[in-house]
């Protein structure tokens, strides 16, 4: 089939290349003539693993190009999908500017009978917005243009495998043909056993953020335990795990740390609860899963500040920069906003990512930052994981003793095995966990270690 994609920031990339994957011909378009420019070119603008392969598999066999102009990618098209930006307005509300002037455009161009797909995360009620949009343009002209909500269920760091084999496909449409439409889109992914949902438009709406936000209530619903946790002298990654072996519960997403982030839970929450207030509905829940989120930032910078007592002056290394591993994503990371929270109690603070150094740079200018991990905790009165690459779980722990000034680790991720690190001379802290006190003696026994937590 021919599919347009309007917008190719994550989803809309992601769009792209896994429809390429399957046999549609798909042509990317984008606002951004430079993002276009790079694309074209074979360049990335973002870090995903596996990316930057399909795209070349996929524009190399033909199947992929990108226009910048709206008019020339959806002529052919038969699906057109808008993935353009959601960004939060001030108010909290999603700010959909860029989803009307989107649909206008395609409804200005695209043939009759062709389906417009909102795939960008959008309050209930968009797609009823863009379909009167739609009908405006087209007065009194002959044909009729569907519109369909399908929104994106894939994760950064992970989107590749996501969008190629996602676990379910959501569809929200009115007209029997939209429906058969989109099935013969999503044939290849149902065909290799995805589950596909078909239900009416407002309710694909409201599931996309009602799942975002049920999973950020159960990030926050760990992080206060682990409040808890801390005052009780409690485990929070033994409670959590008691939790998830529970099939109600389940184990996922109940990680304690420094909170969520990224360019969706924060937003989502906030969009969620203001759709909720739009529609004369309260439901403060929500504002209490963003107060908890931010709380995690609060509640580490009070665990440094009782293990070095003043923070000026202060050398802190942040290992991890990016809101999650794999992507050089750094909007809403936690990470930063701890970085931000030391440098105004006059720390002085360093950092290291294996990608989104360039990113925390542009956001965070006095963040200083260092060429590798081992460079970041030179001279550190404290070491911090704040985002768990890898990579940053499996380094040699002689090394860093010899480079911190002092060996004390923060693990804000709960990632790390503190008996190995107690074992290697280092005092831990960590998020809803007991202190665990540096025991040296035992340090011969364990060499240069892998640190990554064992069990649970
Ligand atoms: C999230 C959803 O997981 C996707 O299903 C959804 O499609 C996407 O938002 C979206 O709406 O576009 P993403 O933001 O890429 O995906 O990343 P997640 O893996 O969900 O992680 C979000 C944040 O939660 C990260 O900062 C992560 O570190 C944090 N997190 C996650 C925790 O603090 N604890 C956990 O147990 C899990």
Known sequence: MNVAVIGTGHVGLMTCVSMAAVGHRVVGCDADRGKIAQLSAGVLPIFEPGLAELLAEQTAA????????????????????????????????ADLVAVESAAREVARHVRRSSIIVEKSTVPAGTAGRVRTVVRRELSGRAGEISVVSNPEFLREGRAVEDSLHPERI?????????????????????EAGALLIETDIATAELAKHACNAFLALKISFANALARMCER?????VSVTHVMGTDPRIGPDFLRAGLGYGGYCFPKDVQAFERLAARLGYAFPLLGEV?????????????????????????????????FK????DIRFSPALALAERLLAERASVVGFDPQAMAN????VP??????????????????????????????????????????????????????????????????????????????SAVGASRLERRGA
């Open 232 to 236: 009780a002298g409690a485990d929070v």
């Open 360 to 363: 925390a740079k542009t956001e």
């Open 366 to 443: 006095e963040l200083e930052l260092a060429t590798d991990a081992y460079a970041a905790c030179e001279g550190a009165d404290c070491v911090v994981l704040c985002t768990e690459w890898p990579e940053l779980l499996t380094l040699d722990l002689e090394r860093l003793r010899s480079a911190v000034a002092y060996p004390v680790i923060f693990d804000a991720r709960n990632a790390l095995d503190a008996d190995v690190l107690a074992a290697a001379g280092f005092e831990v802290l960590s998020m809803g966990r007991p202190h665990v006190a540096a025991s040296p003696t035992e340090r």
């Open 290 to 322: 963003a107060r908890i989120n931010e709380e995690a930032v609060e509640a580490a910078v009070e665990k440094l500040r009782d293990a070095l007592w003043n923070l000026t002056d202060k050398r802190i290394a942040l290992l991890g920069l990016a």
């Open 170 to 190: 959501l569809v929200g449409a009115e007209e029997a043909e939209a429906f058969a439409t989109m099935r013969e889109v999503y044939r290849p992914f149902t």
């Open 325 to 328: 591993p794999e992507t050089d």
């Open 62 to 93: 033909g199947r992929l190009s990108f226009v910048e102009e709206t008019a020339d990618a959806v002529a052919d098209a038969e699906v057109v999908f808008i993935c353009v930006g959601t960004p939060p307005r001030v108010d909290g509300e």
